[in-house]
């Protein structure tokens, strides 16, 4: 599904209009897609609907005319004379009177009559305003969303919760707090962007009516990953495969403290189907590794304290050049002599290779090394390392995820997964993709590393690096969205992702 500003949108506008697609057509069709999102959604009786005066405002007129004649009680008010509507949300409001004409009221002055019908309805529908907010709402507009805020409704927002920027995450000032917004032919910015995201409630996307010729023109922001596409790209499992056909991956972590981060990567990339894993990393570990990971095979390294040593790579090389894809990083410690070693690692790899936690620590003043692992690397930071790596605050990385993802990937030439809520995944081509699973179950060490394993062991199993990227982010969310069904967010643990990753594999493959 594609995320599109309110310029694209508007721009859509105008390419319908130009081909005679009417704006009365595209808001009829918007408002009936919004009743009937009501109808079928939620139990309601008596709605009130509140309108401004622009094209959102339509759309909810619309709306409230469908649900009218769908036999819901409807109150109905502007906050606009109607006089002061746009021409074609006059003609809807027009065309809502003519039907019931007791149940629209203009506004001009006080707002107790739209208070009356907050207590009155068990739904109310926001279509104060829509894509074009740039600013704090203030004056009536703002203490009608505070009315819509207070009611002891379900409330609706029409594609946008009244207040919210359209393309951007941030929060002007007052906006409404939707239980649910039925979003107008594409995902916005804000839809998907925290702390907007927070407010919008659970989120539709209807279509209003443009020709695909004409959204086919318009190139997105970005697009959202759906279990439809994750399942047509699993990397198939030829029947008479075997664990070479599936891929052998080499991991390289793990340091004293620090040896779960290296058995949870290494179980990520066997659930998702790697045929041999072999993690490599100090040989200070190998006791407990052999005895904890049985599924795959160890490899002691040269180490120094607990950690590695700067010999380990001659050691490690064999093992490199039988590897089709290599993970390095989880829990390796940012001592100077590992970063040694994964410098090496980056100018020798000839596969495709995935970055993580510290291995992406000696990039600090060597991000030209990404250079050598240019269209085969994928690196998966948080917004706080990618800081460190670009001297950018966390806060603006955050904020700006979208366009940071993007300009990061496209000049490195690598798939970078920029971790939170959403991970934004850029590719080197300069497309964004952002997956919309996940909970705050995944805020707990580890369960980055195994998202690190899932990564690694789709690329063993035949996905190229940004699909394997997109997979992976799209799993492991969707992996803690699943076991909320039975267990708290916040008592979830990463083993918990790996003991449930087969069984939500086994629903994407089917679905």
């Given at each position: 599904m594609d995320v599109l500003t309110g310029a694209q949108i508007r721009e859509l506008d105008r390419l319908a209009a130009k081909e005679g697609l009417a704006t009365e057509v595209l808001m009829e069709n918007a408002g009936q897609a919004a009743a009937d999102v009501i109808l079928h959604r939620l139990?309601?009786?008596?709605?009130?609907?509140?309108?401004?005066?622009?094209?959102?405002?339509?759309?909810?007129?619309?709306?409230?005319?469908?649900?009218?004649?769908?036999?819901?009680?409807?109150?109905?008010?502007?906050?606009?004379?109607?006089?002061?509507?746009?021409?074609?949300?006059?003609?809807?409001?027009?065309?809502?009177?003519?039907?019931?004409?007791?149940?629209?009221?203009?506004?001009?002055?006080?707002?107790?009559?739209?208070?009356?019908?907050?207590?009155?309805?068990?739904?109310?529908?926001?279509?104060?305003?829509?894509?074009?907010?740039?600013?704090?709402?203030?004056?009536?507009?703002?203490?009608?969303?505070?009315?819509?805020?207070?009611?002891?409704?379900?409330?609706?927002?029409?594609d946008l919760p009244s207040g919210l920027p359209s393309d951007k995450g941030n929060l002007l000032g007052s906006a409404v707090?939707?239980?649910?917004?039925?979003?107008?032919?594409?995902?916005?910015?804000?839809?998907?962007?925290?702390?907007?995201?927070?407010l919008c409630?659970?989120?539709?996307?209807?279509?209003?009516?443009?020709?695909?010729?004409?959204?086919?023109?318009v190139t997105p922001l970005a697009r959202v990953v759906d279990k439809d596409w994750v399942?047509?790209?699993?990397?198939?499992?030829?029947?008479?495969?075997?664990?070479?056909?599936?891929?052998?991956?080499?991991?390289?972590?793990?340091?004293?403290?620090?040896?779960?981060?290296?058995?949870?990567?290494?179980?990520?990339?066997?659930?998702?189907?790697?045929?041999?894993?072999?993690?490599?990393?100090?040989?200070?570990?190998?006791?407990i590794l052999e005895t904890t990971l049985t599924e795959a095979i160890t490899l002691p390294l040269p180490d120094e304290e607990g950690r590695l040593s700067e010999s380990a790579f001659k050691t490690v090389s064999p093992a490199l050049e039988r590897a089709d894809v290599l993970a390095v990083g989880p829990g390796l410690s940012r001592h100077k002599a590992v970063g040694q070693v994964v410098v090496e690692l980056l100018k020798r790899v000839k596969v495709p290779v995935v970055l993580d936690a510290d291995g992406l620590f000696p990039l600090k003043s060597q991000l030209k090394l990404l250079k050598e692992?240019?269209?085969?690397?994928?690196?998966?930071?948080?917004?706080?390392?990618?800081?460190?790596?670009?001297d950018r605050p966390a806060s603006e990385i955050d904020e700006e995820r979208i366009e940071v993802a993007r300009s990061f990937a496209h000049e490195h030439g690598v798939v970078l997964v920029l971790k939170g809520r959403p991970t934004a995944i850029g590719t080197p081509e300069g497309q964004v993709y952002l997956n919309p699973t996940g909970n705050t179950g995944l805020a707990t060490g580890g369960s980055g590393d195994v998202l690190t394993g899932l990564i690694t062991g789709l690329i063993a199993g035949g996905a190229s690096p940004a699909d394997a990227a997109i997979l992976g982010a799209f799993l492991h969310g969707y992996t803690a969205d699943?076991?909320?069904?039975?267990?708290?967010?916040?008592?979830?643990?990463?083993?918990?992702?790996?003991?449930?990753l087969p069984f939500v594999i086994a629903e994407v493959e089917r679905c």
């Open positions: 139990a309601v009786s008596r709605v009130a609907v509140v309108a401004g005066k622009g094209g959102n405002g339509g759309d909810a007129l619309v709306a409230a005319r469908r649900l009218h004649e769908a036999g819901i009680k409807v109150r109905a008010f502007t906050l606009s004379p109607f006089k002061d509507l746009s021409q074609v949300s006059r003609e809807k409001a027009e065309l809502l009177a003519a039907v019931a004409p007791d149940a629209l009221k203009a506004l001009p002055g006080e707002l107790t009559k739209l208070k009356e019908a907050l207590l009155w309805a068990d739904c109310a529908v926001d279509g104060l305003v829509g894509i074009g907010v740039d600013r704090p709402l203030k004056g009536r507009y703002a203490q009608a969303v505070q009315a819509i805020n207070q009611a002891s409704v379900r409330r609706v927002a029409i707090r939707a239980d649910l917004t039925i979003c107008m032919a594409a995902y916005k910015p804000a839809h998907l962007l925290y702390p907007a995201r927070s409630g659970q989120i539709e996307v209807v279509g209003v009516g443009y020709p695909r010729r004409l959204t086919e023109t399942r047509d790209k699993l990397p198939p499992r030829p029947p008479a495969g075997h664990k070479g056909t599936f891929g052998r991956v080499l991991v390289i972590a793990g340091s004293i403290g620090m040896s779960g981060a290296a058995i949870l990567c290494c179980q990520g990339a066997l659930r998702t189907g790697a045929g041999r894993v072999t993690l490599a990393a100090p040989k200070a570990l190998n006791p692992v240019a269209g085969r690397a994928v690196l998966t930071p948080h917004p706080g390392e990618l800081s460190r790596l670009i699943y076991l909320v069904h039975d267990i708290a967010e916040r008592s979830i643990i990463p083993s918990d992702l790996i003991n449930a």
